[in-house]
């Protein structure tokens, strides 16, 4: 079926589907051209590979990754107030105040990697049990952003 996908038209805003409207949030965080998506009437956040409870913010392989991620942070947090429940890539949904604590948490990891700041992301320093390799990410971002690289070693 991967041959099978259709790319949308640039600048679509809605998903062309019968049923709820789906509203396409575009942005710049984790991937070139990533995108959430928003059941409105359903007040449901599809966040991709962002805000997830086990992985840290994977940054995107562009020029200016952690930019990107923020900016891209903005476009959700722009539609928090819409938003009862979060469903992230990867862990679990999140529902009513914990979808602003996701996005609170992403903003610091950030910025705490921005600033070279030692992380206290929980994510980082006591992941989920199983999740213990996912530290790796951070890591592997760290080393990368210290040697004025832009990412390396994290999943897609």
Known sequence: MYGRITGLPADTAQLPRDGPEVRILEHPAHAPGH???LIEE???LIAGDMLSDVFVPMLGDTGT???DYLVGLGVLEDVVDDVD???PGHGSVARGEE???RMALDRAYVEDLRDARVSSDPRVVSPKPGWE???GIHEAQARSLARGGKREGTPD
């Open 42 to 44: 359903r007040r449901v």
């Open 85 to 87: 429940v979060l469903i």
């Open 35 to 37: 995108a959430a998506l």
């Open 133 to 135: 390799w996912a530290s």
């Open 99 to 101: 979808v602003r604590a």
């Open 65 to 67: 990754p952690l930019d």
